[in-house]
């Protein structure tokens, strides 16, 4: 028999995603360019809604125990399914790339006597090794590296903002002087896109994990949960960076909290313990692709020419790439959700079944919304903070559409 995660691993999973330099330097960029007291809210609504919509689907996943993008062929047929397979390996190979500069780039501000290249190189080998012993049989490590992680996190939290409060700063006008000094502050709907865009860059990845979960809904809430606390404390710490005077560089924030090895160990691991989930969930997808494929194996080369693209310099275009993810995931999941929990689909896993069910007129109706979606996030994306953002106009638009189709086969039906 199988053996399922339980509801705490599967929280320690979630919870390692979100302890990343990204999410870190994500705050950073609110915390920058934010009025005081504009930001929480926004901050707030954009992962709560990221978080709702990561743990429908991730339930998608552990109810039918299929990877991320297996459970897209049931919605889109083979040909779309591996459509998306692809743009997520793709999309996974570039994420890696990203935390993996980031991390290095940190390192790098800590004066470690190590080139950016070399270092890329070590953190990428790290990163496949852990990719090729799974995750299952480094279960227990994972759990010790994330406790460890926790303690020194709370550490240089609990710094930053004696550091804050010494200064006359605290996290709550934490933006007054930077905001200041910017040339445009960053409006509701920007705020909100940035802090729902990490949520939504997780979408085409979690049910690779919340699959092999004992518990669907729990493990599935649960994990979703973890992400998006963590998330949260690491947009905090990211704000509180951009008000102490460290040029909104978190190696010189570690640096004044006074963290010299733990803040070096602190970099490794978030960047480590992220890209480990993303690397992995390359070869899932690689996999969806073409079933002969060994996702380990796949793991590990993503893991490696990750290191190439990271010395290519892909971090200079980090902000720009995190929303291209948006504009191709979120409306996906948008037709998946209405697809999966307002259609006939639900039942259906791939293969012959799902033909009987929906069929090509289906899929290529569900390809049109997601492209509908997609056309109208590139658009609003183009224009000054959108009422509601470019992410939930492209997951609205993209729902209805596929929700239109559904009422009516049903109104056919009856």
């Known amino acids: 028999m199988e053996k399922r995660t339980s509801l705490f691993s599967n929280g320690i999973i979630w919870f390692g995603v979100a302890i990343s330099v990204s999410e870190i330097e994500a705050g950073i960029e609110i915390g920058a360019a934010s009025a005081p007291g504009s930001l929480w809210l926004p901050l707030i609504l954009g992962h709560v809604l990221g978080g709702i919509l990561l743990f429908f689907v991730g339930l998608i996943g552990a109810r039918v125990r299929l990877n991320a993008m297996e459970t897209t062929q049931s919605t889109f047929g083979k040909y779309g399914s591996r459509f998306f397979a692809a ?196 070869g899932e997808s690689s996999k969806a692709i073409y079933g002969k494929i060994n996702p380990k194996i796949a793991g590990v080369i993503v893991s490696l020419l990750s290191a190439a693209l990271a010395i290519s310099g892909i971090m200079e275009h980090y902000i720009s790439f995190l929303y291209l993810i948006a504009s191709v995931f979120a409306p996906m999941a948008a037709v998946l959700l209405v697809s999966f929990y307002f259609g006939k689909t639900g039942a259906v896993h791939t293969g012959e079944e799902t033909a009987r069910v929906s069929g090509k007129a289906f899929w290529i109706w569900n390809l049109f919304a997601w492209l509908a979606g997609f056309i109208v996030y590139q658009v609003a994306e183009r224009l000054d903070s959108v009422p509601l953002g470019p992410t939930l106009l492209a997951v609205i638009v993209s729902a209805a559409f596929a929700y239109g189709r559904v009422l009516f086969v049903s109104r056919r039906a009856s």
């Open 87 to 282: 743009l997520n390996v793709f999309q996974l190979l570039a994420w890696v790339a990203v935390l993996n500069a980031q991390g290095v780039s940190a390192l790098a501000g800590l004066n470690l006597p190590v080139s950016f290249p070399i270092t890329c190189v070590i953190l990428a080998v790290l990163i496949g090794i852990w990719v090729f012993v799974g995750l299952k049989r480094s279960a227990n490590v994972t759990t010790v590296v994330m406790a460890a992680l926790a303690i020194l996190l709370a550490v240089l939290t609990v710094k930053l903002f004696g550091i804050g409060g010494a200064s006359g700063t605290t996290v709550a006008g934490v933006t007054a002087g930077a905001a200041a000094g910017s040339a445009a502050l960053l409006g509701f709907w920007n705020i909100f896109e940035i802090s729902i865009a990490m949520p939504i860059s997780w979408l085409p990845v979690i049910s690779d994990y919340t699959k092999d979960v004992e518990n669907p809904v729990k493990a599935t809430a649960v994990s979703a949960a973890a992400y998006t606390f963590a998330s949260l404390w690491m947009y905090i710490l990211g704000i509180e960076i951009a008000g102490i005077g460290a040029n909104n560089n978190i190696a010189q924030a570690i640096l004044l909290a006074g963290l010299g090895i733990p803040g070096i160990i602190i970099v490794v691991l978030s960047t480590v313990t992220t890209n480990f989930l993303a690397a992995n969930s390359a």
